[in-house]
């Protein structure tokens, strides 16, 4: 069964600060997914990866795959308050999707 | 990208009563439908796979006579909960499987909340 594991859960940071999470997953995954999600909202797609070195950036956002560490990561760049929401990874073992437990961001002042 | 639509978006019901979502796919054929579920701060958890015309896969440790799940078309799948009770309040949320097109990709419906009282 793919495991998927993010890290840290919860984040605390300040506006204009960089910071990654990351996202492991414990068996062969066909593609890795980042999601956010508002509040009461559903989730709100961010990227999906589809292969070794899979680079994708959308603003202040940018998610990397690297299959052979099994690691995917998302990272921040100058964060504003704007960002502040969960953040999922969710890794496709050509079923459905497995999700790992979300990482709670807060962006502060 | 595609649409994926819930309805109720909330639903409010009493104890021993039954609450019946549709997840309905706008702009694509959607050849399998997931039913996911999400408690208060907690991560999504797949209750079952809904495949068009055939019978809905269950995951482990969901009663499939509690969450009836139907298919009937390949732009609509319905979750009934059965006979809900208090912790069956929950958000669940459908995503849909394009038939076509981008095979990878899953469309997440805005979500349904539910509370039992």
């Known amino acids: 069964e793919l495991k998927v594991e993010q890290n840290p859960l919860f984040l605390s940071m300040q506006e204009g600060k960089n910071y990654t999470i990351y996202c492991n997953y414990s068996?062969?995954?066909?593609?890795l997914y980042w999601y956010r999600q508002d509040p009461g909202k559903s989730l709100e797609s961010l990227f999906v990866?589809?292969?070794?070195?899979a680079v994708k950036q959308e603003g202040r956002l940018m998610a990397s795959l690297d299959t052979k560490a099994r690691l995917s990561t998302l990272h921040i760049t100058a964060a504003v308050h704007d960002l502040s929401a969960t953040y999922f990874c969710?890794?496709?073992?050509?079923?459905?999707?497995?999700f790992g437990k979300g990482t709670s961001l807060l962006v502060t002042p | 990208g595609a649409v994926v639509s819930q309805h109720p978006s909330r639903v409010i019901c009493k104890s021993g009563t039954s609450v019946k979502i549709e997840c309905r796919s706008l702009?694509?054929?959607?050849?399998?439908m997931f039913w996911y579920r999400q408690f208060p701060k907690k991560s999504l958890m797949l209750m079952a796979t809904?495949?068009?015309?055939?019978?809905?896969?269950?995951e482990q440790g969901v009663e499939k006579d509690k969450f009836l799940i139907n298919h009937a078309s390949l732009t609509l799948s319905t979750l009934t909960v059965t006979s809900a009770h208090p912790e069956d309040s929950s958000f669940y949320i459908c995503?849909?499987?394009?038939?076509?097109?981008?095979?990878?990709?899953?469309?997440f419906g805005p979500g349904t909340r539910l509370t039992v009282t």
């Open positions: 995503s849909a499987r394009g038939a076509s097109g981008v095979s990878y990709e899953q469309y």
């Open positions: 702009d694509f054929q959607a050849t399998t």
């Open positions: 990866l589809l292969s070794n070195g």
């Open positions: 809904s495949n068009e015309g055939s019978k809905a896969t269950y």
């Open positions: 068996t062969t995954s066909d593609r």
């Open positions: 969710a890794g496709d073992s050509g079923y459905a999707l497995n």
